[in-house]
Each structure stands twice: as structure tokens, then as C-alpha cells.
């Protein structure tokens, strides 16, 4: 689902992304490397909500990623369906340093297709790939799991800024692509129907949106299922 806020202006989109994960597997420091540049060696867990909302330029358009971070709920087994709402992309997170949060992936997301869209756009992220000696969950185990769950994969590093902002960017630029056939296809469809109401009637008709998109949908964004 893309959600449009009325100060905007009509060619913006504006696209919720959640992060997802164990706690400590590094997701509120991929958030401040990818927003702000920026790194905290000694970070705490996250406490209360948090989020960043950051500009990207795909084909021309000016997107507004808004990235939410699960405010150290997830210690307590307590992200809430509130936290999911809205929420078209995801990055699922797992720490290649400690394979318990890999074994804890399917459980993620279950919750995650349980509390939003099950066509939310999601990459598994293999976060602190710097960590290289101590690593205990191999590239090539990421990236079975990500074939078998259909999600798209890379192994990212907070610290040295390894592959985040191509993380963001390969879920904002999914979406908007997804949107994108939605609202050619809805076009197409109009066409066709006002065409066939053209000739029933004999004169044009204007049709109205009924779910579909119409253009100015198209310009701030619409849902799809």
C-alpha cells in the first residue's frame, strides 16, 4: 500500500518500509547509515518509535521512503499489527555474526505476511558482513533462503557502509515499478471499457474511479493487493 500525505506535492510518492528482525542484528544503525550517514559503535536498542524519511529519485519521480524501526519491541516478542499497517516494503534482518537470528527468519516472516500485504516487497538482509572472521551463516545459506521465500537478498555492512543504500533502493525501486504496471494495466483497462461504452452509447463517456486508478491517483499513489 502507497500512502500520500496532502502537504505533498502531486508527483511525490510516499512509501512505509518496515525493518524486521532480532534484536542487536544492527536495523536502527542501517537506518542512520542510510538516512543520515552516520554510525553508533555503542547503540542501544531502539526505545520508542522511530523513523526517517528519506528522498530517493527513481525514472524522474521524486519518492519519499519512510522507514519505520520496531523500537526495540521486538526483544519482548511485542511488535504490534500497528507497526505493519501501510507498510509496503520490508528489510528482514539477520546478523551473519550469530545464527540464531538466521534461524529466526521464517518466524519474522510469518509475522510480517500475518500483519501486512502478503505482496510486500521484501529483501533479507544479512546485516555486519565486516564481521568476517566471526561469521557463522554463509552467503550461499542466505541466498537459498531468499530464493525459497521469493525475497530478494544481500549482505550488507552498518559500519563500513557496505551495500546499504542499494538495500533501500532495490525495495523503493520494486515498489514503484509494481505501482507503475498497476496503474498502466488499470489505464488499459479504462481505455477498453470506455471504449465499449462509446460504442453502446453512441457518444463518449467519462468513466469515474470505482478502485482503479484514474490519473490523479497515479500521481500520488495508490494500494494494491
Given at each position: 500500500m502507497a500512502f500520500y500525505s496532502e502537504d505533498e506535492q502531486l508527483e511525490d510518492y510516499l512509501f512505509k518500509i518496515v525493518l524486521v528482525g532480532e534484536s542487536a542484528v544492527g536495523k536502527s544503525n542501517l537506518l542512520s547509515?542510510?538516512?543520515?550517514?552516520?554510525?553508533?559503535?555503542?547503540?542501544?536498542?531502539?526505545?520508542?518509535?522511530?523513523f526517517q524519511t528519506q528522498k530517493m529519485k527513481i525514472n524522474g519521480k521524486e519518492i519519499k521512503a519512510q522507514i519505520w524501526d520496531t523500537a526495540g519491541q521486538e526483544r519482548f516478542r511485542a511488535v504490534t499489527s500497528a507497526y505493519y499497517r501501510g507498510a509496503v516494503g520490508?528489510?528482514?534482518?539477520?546478523?551473519?555474526?550469530?545464527?540464531?537470528?538466521?534461524?529466526?527468519?521464517?518466524?519474522?516472516l510469518n509475522e510480517l505476511h500475518t500483519h501486512s500485504d502478503m505482496n510486500v516487497v521484501t529483501i533479507l538482509v544479512g546485516n555486519k558482513c565486516d564481521l568476517k572472521d566471526a561469521r557463522e551463516v554463509s552467503t550461499e545459506e542466505g541466498q537459498a533462503l531468499a530464493e525459497k521465500e521469493n525475497l530478494f537478498f544481500t549482505e550488507t555492512s552498518a559500519f563500513d557502509n557496505s551495500n546499504v543504500y542499494s538495500a533501500f533502493e532495490r525495495v523503493v525501486k520494486e515498489i514503484y515499478d509494481i505501482l507503475s504496471r498497476k496503474v498502466l494495466e488499470s489505464q488499459e483497462l479504462q481505455q477498453k471499457e470506455a471504449g465499449g461504452r462509446r460504442l453502446?452509447?453512441?457518444k463518449p463517456v467519462v468513466l469515474q474511479s470505482n478502485g482503479n486508478?484514474?490519473?490523479?491517483?497515479?500521481?500520488?499513489?495508490?494500494?494494491?493487493?
Open positions: 547509515r542510510f538516512a543520515r550517514n552516520e554510525f553508533y559503535p555503542n547503540s542501544k536498542s531502539t526505545i520508542g518509535v522511530e520490508a528489510l528482514l534482518v539477520y546478523d551473519i555474526s550469530r545464527r540464531k537470528t538466521f534461524d529466526n527468519v521464517r518466524r519474522w453502446a452509447n453512441g486508478y484514474n490519473g490523479d491517483e497515479a500521481k500520488r499513489g495508490c494500494c494494491w493487493g
